[in-house]
């Protein structure tokens, strides 16, 4: 059974800084390729930064980029996302997500962590 289990959201100040974690068990953690996504109220849910299931390459949207860091520790079985510089656009609920980067792959979602960024 696949288990995707997120941790570090939280209430923070503009400016500010968080790290979530993603904690997967039930998979063969180096063979998948792990993101974070997000979403805000009324909004669809967005890509925020993808690494590849070895580390080697990460991707990240434009509106996060030099902002939040992707990675990995395939020896504990989790993904990291370190954000700073946060801003209240980045207030959303954030999702762990894992597929095997074959097309058309099944997605494994977490339950999803809060972010809140306002003084």
């Known amino acids: 059974q696949v288990q995707l289990v997120e941790s570090g959201g939280g209430l923070v100040q503009p400016g500010g800084s968080l790290r979530l974690s993603c904690a997967a068990s039930?998979?063969?953690?180096?063979?998948?390729?792990m993101s974070w996504y997000r979403q805000a109220p009324g909004k669809e849910r967005e890509l925020v930064a993808l690494?590849?299931?070895?580390?080697?390459?990460?991707n990240y949207a434009d509106s996060v980029k030099g902002r939040f860091t992707i990675s990995r520790d395939n020896a504990k079985n989790t993904v990291y996302l370190q954000m700073n510089s946060l801003k209240p656009e980045d207030t959303a609920v954030y999702y762990c997500?894992?597929?095997?980067?074959?097309?058309?792959?099944?997605?494994?979602w977490g339950q999803g962590t809060q972010v809140t960024v306002s003084s």
């Open positions: 039930g998979v063969t953690f180096g063979r998948y390729y």
């Open positions: 997500n894992a597929r095997l980067p074959v097309p058309g792959s099944f997605n494994y």
């Open positions: 690494i590849t299931n070895l580390g080697f390459s990460t």
